[in-house]
């Protein structure tokens, strides 16, 4: 608005003495440039789009509270311009009197531009009372009203200029969200996602109206503690949080939808992996059998039946896919698959353990022989006494059951006296 200050020609004169012609024609003429500067920042302010829409809304809370108090506010700032008016009017016509301007016109113009010349409403005092001030204090109380009504105007528009819209381009983003999810049957009640595009479709609304109804609810002023009008920012907290929670839904959705493009080959996948753990675990209860028939005096461990909890599970699973149910497919394909491959590996493990008498035969019986070529290399075949224990072990590790610890200790017998022989 306007910019108070010293009149020009005031500095240096005597307190009390009155102006000279020249010094009130300046004084007038930068008055009258203040005047219209004054002007055209209420017109400005009056006509801004924020005004308009606070005097439209249905307004609550905060901003109800404050848009009152402006109002009263830009009221009392043209009342003083109405003051600031009917000052500068009354001396401009107490100029125009006379070309050259009598001591007493003088005189009156010094009180009106450099004393108390203004009449105005006092704000402090009873309904109705007055008070005088000069025109430069006027100019003082306009600026700081003006600056904290801009301020309510500014901060109201930028929030409606801001939250609303991208409120609106989120609810759309929300709406191909939920048509997208109710085709993969994402549906509220089925689903923890489908509940949470409601819960994202309230909040939304909710925050859409109270933007609306209260928009200072939604201003955070700036912390550099500017005193420009709109210093701050709108608070968008509530909507990216919003935001995040319907890309996590998002998110979720293209997993269900990943799942249906992929369902068969991960079902087929699921179904190979159990039935190699299937022939697994068969294979290696065939193995305990012929252990416990071919080995004496061994622990085996007993083989483990086949899971039929995860045989229900993917019977569940190949029944949602032919009902199209992706969203009940999505988490059940994920823990078979991490079950299934547990599951083989549980089979293999067993089979290792069932076979494992069988594998230390297999070694004895390689090492037994391979003594064997090496005495005969050594020209000691027909040693007496290394043939009756090489027949005695073989025997051991040929005969059924076959008691590996005795068969052990004859292979290592045999070891030995072969060792010394070939040293000698």
Request: net charge negative.
């Amino acid at each position: 608005m306007g910019v108070s200050g010293p009149f020009p020609g005031s500095a240096g004169r005597p307190e009390g003495q009155a102006l000279d012609r020249d010094e009130a024609d300046r004084a007038l003429a930068r008055l009258g440039a203040e005047y219209d500067a004054i002007e055209s920042s209420l017109l400005a302010l009056q006509d801004h789009a924020g005004r308009r829409l606070l005097e439209g809304a249905d307004l609550t809370g905060v901003t109800k509270e404050r848009w009152a108090a402006t109002e009263r506010s830009i009221a009392v700032l043209w009342s003083h311009f109405d003051a600031y008016t009917a000052a500068l009017t009354r001396a401009r016509e107490v100029r125009a009197r006379r070309r050259w301007s009598s001591p007493a016109d003088l005189e009156e113009l010094t009180a009106l531009l450099d004393g108390a010349g203004a009449e105005v409403a006092d704000d402090d005092a009873e309904a109705g009372a007055v008070r005088r001030c000069t025109l430069r204090e006027l100019v003082e109380r306009m600026n700081g009203r003006y600056a904290r009504a801009l301020d309510v105007i500014v901060a109201a528009d930028s929030v409606w200029s801001a939250l609303p819209a991208r409120i609106d381009l989120l609810a759309a983003e929300l709406q191909r969200t939920r048509s997208l999810a109710h085709s993969v049957g994402v549906r509220p009640g089925e689903h923890p996602s489908g509940d949470d595009l409601e819960d994202i479709t309230e909040e939304l609304g909710r925050l859409r109206a109270e933007v609306i109804a209260d928009p200072l609810a939604f201003w955070v002023s700036s912390s550099t503690g500017s005193s420009a009008p709109g210093g701050g920012r709108p608070d968008t907290e509530r909507y990216d949080r919003a935001a995040r929670a319907l890309e996590d839904v998002r998110r979720e959705i293209e997993a269900v939808l990943d799942v249906r493009q992929d369902a068969e080959q991960r079902l087929m996948r699921l179904r190979d992996v159990l039935s190699r753990a299937d022939r697994t675990l068969t294979e290696a209860r065939q193995a305990r059998g012929e252990v416990l028939a071919k080995i004496a005096a061994s622990e085996v461990p007993a083989v483990s039946s086949p899971s039929a909890a995860l045989h229900e599970q993917l019977a569940a699973a190949v029944d949602y896919r032919r009902r199209a149910q992706w969203h009940r497919l999505s988490p059940l394909l994920e823990r078979l698959e991490e079950r299934a491959d547990d599951e083989l590996l549980r089979a293999r493990e067993s089979l290792t353990a069932v076979t494992a008498p069988l594998a230390v035969r297999a070694e004895l019986r390689g090492r037994l022989d391979a003594y064997k070529a090496k005495v005969a290399r050594h020209g000691l075949a027909d040693d007496p006494l290394l043939t009756e224990r090489y027949d005695a072990a073989r025997r051991m590790l040929w005969s059924a059951p076959c008691d590996l610890r005795a068969a052990g200790a004859a292979v290592l017998r045999y070891q030995q006296m072969a060792t010394e022989a070939m040293g000698a």
